[in-house]
C-alpha cells in the first residue's frame, strides 16, 4: 500500500503577536512628534478580535495604519492578518478605522482556493475541514507543488502550511 502524505493550510493568527504590535505601535505613537498633543488609538478587543484605530483625521489614522502594519513585520505577522471592515466617522469628528482579526479560512475562500488546486492538474486531494483545508495525495513533490501555487495566488488571507504527515 502506497503511504499518502498531507498537510493542511489554515489562517490562523496569534492573538499574542496582535496584542504585542500594538502595544509597540502605540508606544511609537507616544513619542512621535506629529502625534503630540492628539488624540490617537489603538483599541484591540481580544474576545470579539477586532482592532479599531481612532485618530482626529484621515491622515492620522493612515499613519496609524503605517506604524502597525511596519510592527507586523517586524514580529513576522503577516499584513493580511488584519481585514478592514468599516470606516467611519468617531464622535467629535475624527475617523474610526475598523478591522478584523483573521481566525480561519471562510467557507467560500475555501472552496475556491481547493477549486485552484483542482483546475492545476497536481495530483491531490483537497478536503475542507472547519476553518482549514487538508491537502493529500501520494507524492511529497506534488504537495510541493500545491504550496508553491496557493503562494503564489496571493489570496487576501495570512495562510499557513501546518501540521505536514
Known amino acids: 500500500m502506497a503511504q499518502e502524505y498531507s498537510f493542511d493550510i489554515s489562517a490562523q493568527v496569534d492573538l499574542q503577536a496582535i496584542d504585542d504590535v500594538i502595544n509597540n505601535a502605540l ?12 488624540k490617537a488609538e489603538i483599541i484591540f478587543n481580544r474576545g470579539e478580535k477586532i482592532v479599531t484605530y481612532e485618530a482626529p483625521s484621515d491622515f492620522q489614522v493612515k499613519q496609524i495604519k503605517d506604524i502597525v502594519l511596519s510592527k507586523m513585520a517586524k514580529r513576522g505577522v503577516s499584513g493580511k492578518a488584519l481585514q478592514e471592515k468599516k470606516t467611519e466617522n ?49 507524492d511529497k513533490d506534488d504537495l510541493q507543488k500545491t504550496i508553491n501555487l496557493v503562494k503564489e495566488k496571493d489570496y487576501p488571507l495570512p495562510l499557513q502550511f501546518v501540521n505536514y504527515r
Do not use: C, H, L, W
Open 27 to 38: 508606544k511609537e505613537i507616544k513619542n512621535r512628534f506629529d502625534f503630540k498633543n492628539v
Open 90 to 138: 468617531s464622535s467629535g469628528g475624527g475617523v474610526r478605522i475598523i478591522y478584523e482579526v483573521v481566525q480561519g479560512i471562510e467557507k467560500e475562500m475555501a472552496k475556491q482556493i481547493a477549486k485552484d488546486i483542482k483546475e492545476s492538474g497536481i495530483k491531490v486531494k483537497t478536503a475542507i475541514q472547519n476553518e482549514q483545508i487538508r491537502v493529500s495525495g501520494p
